[in-house]
């Protein structure tokens, strides 16, 4: 400091050492020295947020120096800005952003001043005269200068003086959160420190239109356990879903299939899978089928009916072929991956030996989702885009209803979550596994609650109905918990296929619920499709003879449940096959049968009772819910089940899985990634097997026997 006490006196000295800093790179990657000291007692401007930093003023001219550190104060203040202080000015934040004061002294504080925008508050007018500050509709972008001469938009003395500027910008007025937010932080005039219109109601009136029909928001959960959630006991911290479940219906007795794949099917058709050859075995990446494309997707339903329709996470439900995509079969919009699991951090997925991408994003119907290139964690990935594609549907202000499928890759393997949600489980007792599991639940949990103040900030929450359910029971090796119940995904037994589920109904009048309960009424996931179709008041009548039934009556306690079985796998030759036992529910019983032999598949269901060759478990499941006590020596019981099981059985279509097996060697060559037309990612191939399979639909036709394919 020697050149400057030449310049200043005694007492400018003690403030310019303790003001001016030297934010130049003392130790630059080049190796060259700079000289700290001002230049005859000027020093630059550099002026920063709580988030980021500005070498250069609104104009994109750069600030330049000034004699004074209550010059560069102005210089900041006339951005909404404040000067930096001297470890932000050290920090990255503040490195290479233009005019060369990387190499310069910079004007700087100790402390953050009090107004830096993260801590301003919003004082109402005073003397009828306050700021105004104009934001985009959608809530993207905010500004306080006119787009037309650059000029501050002033002051005024009435809120609908600052709306009608507002309006005249094709903008409106902010809320009060934004102003606060870093969106209007530095966007010129200096009015972070002054009081700024806003009134919420309004503005909410303005944003809000009333769809005619409600919203439908469904949270798909992968994977998750029956008590993996606080409602239903789980150890996990879910205080969000809890919440939501509270100001709902619970559902005690509600059911899915036994693993990912078949679920999902039945989901989107309303239709067991062994009724379009979805199942009850899940697709593998390379299998050249899927659920077959003459099946109706709830989505296309509901887009006749005027909904905007989204899918953000797991598809799972075909990929050779674009026509087995999800903007083909419905869904307006796409962000996810196409197969039935992939490492949430990176998006790749491994399968016999090769490893791929597996991340796509599309808004555009019948046209195939583009790779998306990501390292963003899963969970953290789908719930922004939830967010923006809610704010988008609200700026938009119109009367058309939203769908969101928010079919969550959470919480399936690989156990995978953001390492500080991990840490808060440490050193609890907990297994390695269970930490992971409980990191992931519980960021997902906080992303729920993302996801309902989006619709609460974009005033769509109070005509949402919202449904959540896991596709399967939790995998108790990987730390889930079912309950009581007995096994866990991969099971026919309650704790492969009875699953965690709620549904809360709309505030308003437009489909409400009452909250609070609990329902024992009985659900399966066929459900849902002619429960929405029907609160969208569209029709199901493009759609195969449903399995599902619409339960909104039964949900809302006037009735009881249309629904009296559910089945999982019968299979069309015969009682049983080499692969899956057949399951189903009558009633309050559940019959099982096998002809495996393995005691170790065998343990799981109990002692068997042998009729006909062929091991036979039926369970009262009213009554014994965990599935201890055989009743399948009753005459009169086995009889009445039997009887169910023929009446069905003629209805039933092979698995596509287990029909083509003999054709798994030779898709194997034909379903390489890298020589697919999205290039080295899964993703359609159009193999000759996929295209036949896919015109002919679920069975072996000559062809097909000709070519030897099955």
């Not at 400018?12 to 030297?22: D, L, M, N, R």
Request: some cysteine; charged content about 25%.
């Amino acid at each position: 400091m020697l050149r400057v006490s030449l310049l200043l006196s005694a007492a400018a000295q003690t403030v310019f050492a303790s003001q001016v800093f030297g934010a130049f790179d003392s130790n630059p990657s080049d190796g060259r020295t700079v000289n700290p000291e001002p230049n005859e007692g000027r020093a630059a401007i550099r002026c920063c947020t709580n988030k980021y930093c500005r070498s250069k003023d609104l104009n994109n001219k750069c600030l330049g120096e000034s004699a004074s550190i209550e010059e560069a104060e102005a210089a900041c203040a006339r951005m909404d800005m404040r000067l930096c202080n001297n470890e932000e000015l050290h920090s990255g934040m503040c490195k290479g952003t233009g005019c060369g004061y990387d190499r310069h002294p910079v004007w700087g504080t100790v402390a953050i001043p009090d107004g830096s925008c993260s801590s301003q508050s919003i004082p109402a007018p005073m003397k009828s005269s306050a700021a105004v500050r104009c934001c985009s509709t959608d809530g993207s972008t905010c500004t306080s200068l006119s787009p037309n001469s650059n000029t501050c938009l002033g002051e005024v003395s009435s809120y609908d003086e600052a709306e009608a500027i507002c309006t005249s910008i094709n903008m409106r007025t902010c809320t009060r959160s934004e102003v606060a937010s870093d969106l209007c932080c530095g966007t010129g005039c200096g009015y972070n420190l002054k009081p700024v219109w806003s009134d919420e109601d309004k503005i909410k009136q303005k944003l809000f239109k009333k769809p005619s029909a409600p919203h439908l928001v469904f949270f798909l959960i992968d994977d998750m356990g029956y008590a993996d959630v606080g409602f239903n006991g789980g150890k996990a911290p879910t205080p969000n879903i809890d919440r939501l479940a509270g100001e709902g219906v619970i559902l005690t007795q509600s059911y899915a299939d036994r693993v990912c794949g078949p679920s999902r099917s039945a989901l989107l058709t309303g239709r067991y899978p062994v009724h379009t050859g979805a199942g009850p075995l899940n697709l593998n990446p390379k299998h050249p089928f899927g659920t077959p494309i003459s099946e109706v997707f709830y989505p296309e339903l509901l887009r006749d009916a005027g909904y905007r329709t989204h899918l953000l996470g797991k598809w799972h439900l075909g990929l050779c072929h674009e026509k087995y995509t999800p903007t083909f079969r419905g869904f307006d919009t796409f962000m996810g991956i196409l197969l039935g699991a992939g490492k949430h951090y990176d998006h790749t997925r491994g399968f016999n030996g090769v490893e791929y991408h597996d991340l796509r994003n599309g808004s555009t119907t019948n046209e195939m989702a583009s790779i998306v290139q990501s390292t963003e964690y899963s969970t953290e990935l789908y719930t922004k885009e939830a967010e923006r594609l809610i704010r988008n549907h609200a700026a938009e202000v119109t009367s058309d209803p939203f769908h969101l499928l928010l079919s969550y890759q959470a919480i399936h393997t690989p156990l995978e979550a953001p390492k500080k949600y991990i840490k808060s489980f440490k050193n609890k007792g907990h297994s390695p596994n269970r930490e992971k599991l409980f990191g992931m639940i519980s960021y997902l949990d906080h992303s729920i609650g993302r996801v309902e103040k989006a619709l609460k900030d974009s005033n769509m929450f109070d005509s949402t109905v919202f449904m959540f359910i896991s596709d399967n029971g939790g995998r108790l090796e990987k730390g889930s918990s079912n309950d009581k119940f007995r096994r866990g995904k991969g099971s026919f037994l309650e704790g492969g296929v009875r699953v965690v589920s709620f549904v809360k109904g709309t505030v308003n009048d437009l489909a409400p619920l009452p909250s609070g309960i609990r329902s024992d009424a009985l659900i399966h996931v066929t459900d849902w499709m002619p429960t929405m179709v029907s609160l969208a008041k569209g029709s199901v009548a493009k759609a195969k003879a449903l399995d599902g039934f619409n339960v909104w009556d039964a949900l809302k306690g006037t009735a009881p449940s249309p629904r009296t079985s559910i089945v999982w796998n019968i299979n069309g030759d015969g009682m049983t096959s080499p692969k899956l036992p057949t399951a189903f529910r009558f009633g309050d019983y559940k019959m099982i049968t096998t002809s495996n032999t393995s005691s170790k598949k065998l343990e799981q269901f109990g002692e068997p009772v042998i009729r006909d060759g062929i091991k036979v478990f039926i369970f009262n499941i009213k009554t014994d819910e965990r599935e201890l006590n055989n009743l399948a020596a009753d005459d009169a019981l086995y009889e009445k089940m039997i009887s169910f099981h023929s009446n069905f059985q003629p209805s039933v279509v092979p698995d596509l899985s287990d029909t083509f097996g003999n054709l798994k060697k030779r898709a194997l060559g034909k379903a390489n990634p890298s020589k697919s037309l999205s290039g080295e990612a899964w993703g359609p191939y159009n193999s000759n097997e996929c295209i036949r399979i896919m015109e002919e639909g679920p069975h072996c036709s000559a062809y097909m026997k000709r070519k030897k394919w099955c």
